[in-house]
Nanobody, 125 residues
Framework: QVQLVESGGGLVQAGGSLRLSCAAS????????MGWFRQAPGAEREFVAAISWSADITYYADSVKGRFTISKDNAKNTVYLQMNSLLSEATAVYHC??????????????????WGQGTQVTVSS
């Protein structure tokens, strides 16, 4: 069974940086794109970034372009999200997901295990 586990969240001051990690395990995720979503309290889920299964194509939401970088270590089955110049509006629970990219946005696979539990990121102003 596929499992995605996020880590690296925490409290950071505005302008600071954090790196999130998503460790994937189990069979069935190797050929899927992977990426990140975030959801702030009272807000809808928002796509943040995605990376192709071969790690040669990346996709970003306009709101994070130039400040966030997604990368993947296939040997470790881990996806990273480096977040720089964080703004207070980045405060949210960040979820890792696996699926397919449609029109530049990751569509998570609608099956158990392809969506992580999330890690909290809090940016203080």
């Amino acid at each position: 069974q596929v499992q995605l586990v996020e880590s690296g969240g925490g409290l950071v001051q505005a302008g600071g940086s954090l790196r999130l990690s998503c460790a994937a395990s189990g069979r069935g995720f190797g050929r899927y794109a992977m990426g990140w979503f975030r959801q702030a309290p009272g807000a809808e889920r928002e796509f943040v970034a995605a990376i192709s299964w071969s790690a040669d194509i990346t996709y970003y939401a306009d709101s994070v372009k130039g400040r966030f970088t997604i990368s993947k270590d296939n040997a470790k089955n881990t996806v990273y999200l480096q977040m720089n110049s964080l703004l207070s509006e980045a405060t949210a629970v960040y979820h890792c997901a696996a699926g397919t990219v449609v029109d530049g946005v990751l569509r998570p696979r609608p099956a158990a295990g392809y969506w992580g539990q999330g890690t909290q990121v809090t940016v203080s102003s």
